[in-house]
Nanobody, 125 residues
Framework: QVQLVESGGGLLQAGDSLRLSCAAS????????MGWFRQAPGKEREFVAS????????YYEDSVEGRFTISRDNAKNTVTLQMNSLKPEDTAVYYC??????????????????WGQGTQVTVSS
């Protein structure tokens, strides 16, 4: 129903900013809640941020609150993650995910049906 492709990853230094993008294909992008997750080597995949289907609600993991901003443009079928004040701890592969729910509540990880292949973000100290 939907395919997701992340882009924008790269090599950065602590304090830098980076904007990740997720391009979605499909007819029903506006019906999906969208989320960003990340996974560092040797660690489990963790929630980063999410946004409801209509953009009316956003959620953030505590460690990125105030530094990261998630947004979406349903007309362009894209969701973005603006990352500011990056830290070495932010180093991970970042994944875009979609959940087919109209509720604005925060989605659980297993409620995300579609996942992108990820984009690498590396932050040096």
């Amino acid at each position: 129903q939907v395919q997701l492709v992340e882009s924008g990853g790269g090599l950065l230094q602590a304090g830098d900013s980076l904007r990740l993008s997720c391009a979605a294909s499909g007819r029903t992008f506006s019906n999906y809640a969208m989320g960003w997750f990340r996974q560092a080597p040797g660690k489990e995949r963790e929630f980063v941020a999410s946004i409801s289907y209509n953009g009316g609600a956003t959620y953030y993991e505590d460690s990125v609150e105030g530094r990261f901003t998630i947004s979406r443009d349903n007309a362009k079928n894209t969701v973005t993650l603006q990352m500011n004040s990056l830290k070495p701890e932010d180093t991970a592969v970042y994944y875009c995910a979609a959940a087919l729910y109209f509720s604005i509540r925060k989605m659980l990880p297993d409620e995300y049906t579609y996942w992108g292949q990820g984009t690498q973000v590396t932050v040096s100290s």
